[in-house]
């Protein structure tokens, strides 16, 4: 996935079921963080707590973060949410056709879009690396 590329605008649903647009995100004049997650991904559940962490600790209205899931079992996320006490920005991308538009192969993943919509960051850094991600999204805001 080539960097500088700007983002695949796919329709994916909300928990409650609404279609949502990745363009309701992305290419706003804000930077984008993606964590592509599932339920049944212990690595992934072990970075919800430092990704929530981060979108709190950041409060920064220029940085956006969206977390993805990959799950084909609906219920599966939606209950894995509510035990992690995920908030934010949650999507379903149930036949993972985000993962294959953008050449995700294994999860949990992480990718930045820069204030243009554009990937500034393939394999971005996990949520575990603290304050070292914190001042690299603060340093494209």
């Known amino acids: 996935c080539a960097v500088g590329r700007p983002f695949v605008d796919l329709?994916?649903?909300?928990?409650?079921?609404?279609?949502?647009?990745?363009?309701d995100y992305a290419g706003k004049g804000k930077v984008l963080m993606i964590d592509f997650w599932a339920s049944w991904c212990g690595p992934c559940c072990k970075e919800v707590p430092h990704l929530q962490a981060l979108?709190?600790?950041?409060?920064?209205?220029?940085?956006?973060?969206?977390?993805?899931?990959?799950?084909?079992?609906?219920?599966?996320?939606k209950k894995k949410m509510v035990e992690l006490g995920m908030?934010?920005?949650?999507?379903?991308?149930?036949?993972?056709?985000?993962?294959?538009?953008?050449?995700?192969k294994g999860i949990p993943f992480f990718l930045i879009y820069d204030k243009e919509g554009k990937l500034h960051t393939?394999?971005?850094?996990?949520?575990?690396?603290?304050?070292v991600l914190k001042a690299f999204l603060e340093a494209l805001e």
């Open 87 to 104: 908030h934010g920005n949650q999507l379903h991308d149930r036949d993972n056709t985000l993962c294959n538009a953008l050449n995700v």
């Open 122 to 131: 393939y394999k971005a850094m996990r949520p575990s690396s603290g304050d």
């Open 11 to 23: 329709t994916m649903q909300d928990p409650e079921g609404k279609e949502v647009k990745l363009s």
């Open 55 to 77: 979108e709190k600790e950041l409060q920064n209205e220029n940085v956006v973060f969206l977390s993805i899931s990959t799950d084909t079992d609906k219920e599966a996320w």
